[in-house]
């Protein structure tokens, strides 16, 4: 599904990618961790076709980027920091004008029944900018998900969030947002994102340090992976 | 049909938006009013004469600053909570958003106008309610929003932010402003259109080369 | 380790010297005298060739522009930059000869006339321009914005004369199409207007090869920096 080879990404003299290398088959979730500066963000930004690499292959879906961008769009859901959401608008609205954009069939059904699913369905009417922050994450997965696309990138999307609201979070998640798709995550936390993953990646320096499959691994496994790989 | 669909979501978007909260049209409805009053004080409107030469360029300075609040106020909202990513992850053309986005901009800036132009003709008693007067209006409108729109989609990822427009805006739309300034003047004073013929030519000439140009530098602004 | 000597540096630097000399000399010893304006119209050689270089350099940006956005290669990037800084500088030089001109033969420092006013907004255009790229942290977002600021504005040079060329002018027309007295240059000798048009082609040449010495030199400047910040970069990083 995902084929990134020798992907490097430069700000001017700045490298923040310096040549990563990643497969992600099918159907995988791939929980990405590093410290912060690492690069994750942009490797997920230039995932999402938010951002041009300087150099290297990135293939999604078979489509080469940047070139194929406009086709990989309808097949790519994102959840980040920001909730990507229009704050005077209701989350009704908010979900039209995006199911609008990806020219989302039966687009009144589909609205209502994502809604349901992140359990928001009461507030459909409200603006967005009255809602909590648990609650903006879960219509941005609502928004992600609307044009059911095949891979869904999630961006440190716990970030923000107490104990209960990420727990619902990870629930609507799990059933929502991830049945079926390749998921790359990128998070700090790193028990839950090697919980849900089928393999995780650290990040390092804009070099992949350390991979290795959930079979291998036990949380304080990966904990002394990190640590090592970090302080270097 | 489709794309025109999406550019048309996409003005319904900022309406449905500025509608709730209606901070960006007042805010420019006062910004003229205040403006007006200070052109009151600023010229020596005692003279008629005077009031005639001066109002079509007064009228263009209102309308210029009271557009630039809003082209600022309308990208901030994209850039606020990252919207503008939002709609650059869908697969619409990045045409589409420019357009999207003008057509909003000088929608309102129109509405902005509607109140404008009464408002001048009450306080200094000029003859701006005409046929050819409004076709300006609205041709000057077009061409300033499309070029803005651009403009200010750069100007708000600068450090200097909202300052920025100004300095970048300026100087483009000087020939604009120009033409529209003098065909107002001829129109408002009830000449033959072939007496200011030419500055309405040079409006629309402006409006077609600087629109056009915009709408296809657009994507390289958006795009990183 | 020395440092390579510059040849293309020092042969373009000395050949604009020999070029600027020899054309002070022209100017000043062997071009014709104008009638009613006496030697106060000599500045019109400086005025012409350096307002003509400050809008040339204009174009090289546009050009650089066009050529950035296509292929994303940082040097069209330096050059169109570069250019704009060099052009500000010539074009005030002709605003400011200009104003020396205007004085003594229209008792005026300035007029709103089609050239002039064109002159004045090319100048707020480079100086927006670069206020632009001041005011950007990340190297190839302000390639970009640049790139299309240059694009975008370039465009409003020409309406901008047109829009002020339909008023009146009273700048002495060159191309002698203006029928007023006073627009045209009238000189002494029969060989006027033939010596005038050498004197002129030389100093807009002189000055052009002045524009490409510091051209190349703000260019060098700028990859060296690069240079400099790359190296910062991996000793740090």
Known sequence: ?????????????????????????????????????????????????????????????????????????????????????????????????????????????RVTQVLEQVGLAHRRRDPVRTFSRGMQQRLAIARAVLHRPSLMLLDEPYTGLDQDAAARLETVMSTVGTEGRTVVMTTHDLERGLAVADRVVILVKGRVAFEANRSELDTAAFKEAYRQHTLA | ?????KVAAIIAKDIAAELRTREMLSSMGVFSILVIIVFNFALELTD??????????????????????????????????????????????????????????????????????????????????????????????????????????MAVNTRAREVMLPILLFPVAMPELVAAVKATAGAMAGLPVSEWQQWLTLLIVFDVILVAVSFMVFEYVVEE | MRPKIDVAGSALTIASAALVVTALALVFLWAPREITMKEVQRIFYFHVAVDWVGFLAFFVTLVASIAYLRTRDRKWDILGAASVEIGALF?????????LWARPVWNTWWTWDARLTTV???????????????????????????????????????????????????HPALFASSTEAQGRMQFETGLGSARMGMTLMLCVIAFTVVYVALLRSRIRLEQMADRVARLQQEIVG
């Open chain 2, 1 to 5: 049909m489709s794309y025109l669909r």
């Open chain 1, 1 to 109: 599904m995902i084929h990134v080879k020798g992907l490097v990404k430069s700000f001017g003299p700045t490298m923040a990618l310096r040549g990563v290398n990643l497969s992600v088959p099918e159907g995988q979730f791939l929980t990405v961790v590093g410290p912060n500066g690492a690069g994750k963000t942009t490797m997920l930004r230039i995932l999402a076709t938010l951002s041009r690499p300087t150099q290297g292959v990135v293939q999604i879906g078979g489509h080469a980027l940047p070139q194929g961008a406009a086709e990989v769009r309808r097949h790519i859901g994102l959840v980040s920091h920001q909730t990507l959401l229009y704050g005077d608008l209701s989350a009704e609205e908010n979900l039209r004008f995006y199911g609008r954009m990806y020219d989302v069939p039966d687009l009144d059904a």
């Open chain 3, 120 to 170: 004045a907004i090319t100048w707020l255009v480079y100086l927006a321009y670069l206020m632009l790229r001041g005011a950007i942290d990340d190297p190839q977002r302000r390639a970009r914005f640049s790139a299309v600021y240059g694009i975008v504005s370039f465009v409003t040079v020409p309406l901008t004369f047109a829009s002020v060329f339909f008023l009146r002018t009273i």
């Open chain 3, 91 to 99: 074009l005030t030089m002709g605003a400011v000869t200009g104003s």
């Open chain 2, 48 to 153: 008629r004469q005077i009031v005639l030469t001066a109002t079509p360029g007064a009228l263009w300075v209102t309308i210029i600053f009271a557009g630039m609040l809003g082209l600022n106020r309308s990208l901030a909202v994209e850039l606020d909570k990252g919207c503008l990513d939002g709609l650059l992850l869908t697969p619409v053309d990045r045409s589409a958003i420019f357009f999207g986005k003008a057509l909003g901009n000088a929608l309102f800036m129109l509405i902005v106008e509607v109140v404008v132009l009464p408002l001048f003709v009450v306080f200094f008693d000029v003859p701006l309610i005409r046929p050819w007067v409004m076709v300006i209006v609205v041709l000057g409108t077009l061409g300033f929003a499309g070029v803005g729109t651009l403009l200010s989609s």
